[in-house]
């Protein structure tokens, strides 16, 4: 799955983004129920892709388009990929 689904939606397409508090919200989703309040006690976000499809997260490494849902802190921008790295 290149993202994330709304619960029960399993023939839906995956969203292009949410908010932390709605992945919360949601409940079980693919992702660790701890990553949505990490995400807003420390203001980042995130973009959850498919580590299966080696394409998509290679095209994502290098700014191109990958399907994929970013998840974001309240009031944070929900367009664009946040892309931080670190030694």
């Known amino acids: 799955?290149?993202?994330?689904?709304?619960?029960?939606?399993?023939?839906?397409?995956?969203l292009e983004s949410l908010t932390t508090a709605e992945a919360a919200a949601m409940?079980?989703?693919g992702i660790d129920e701890c990553l949505?309040?990490?995400?807003?006690?420390?203001?980042?976000?995130?973009?959850?892709?498919d580590g299966r499809d080696h394409l998509s997260v290679e095209n994502?490494?290098?700014?191109?388009?990958?399907?994929?849902?970013?998840v974001h802190p309240v009031g944070a921008p929900a367009?664009?990929?946040?892309?931080?790295f670190s030694a």
């Open 60 to 70: 994502w490494f290098q700014g191109l388009p990958a399907p994929g849902t970013l």
């Open 36 to 49: 949505p309040p990490f995400l807003e006690a420390n203001g980042m976000s995130c973009t959850i892709l």
């Open 79 to 84: 367009r664009g990929k946040a892309r931080s």
């Open 27 to 29: 409940g079980r989703t």
């Open 1 to 14: 799955m290149p993202g994330i689904r709304r619960p029960g939606d399993a023939d839906g397409a995956c």
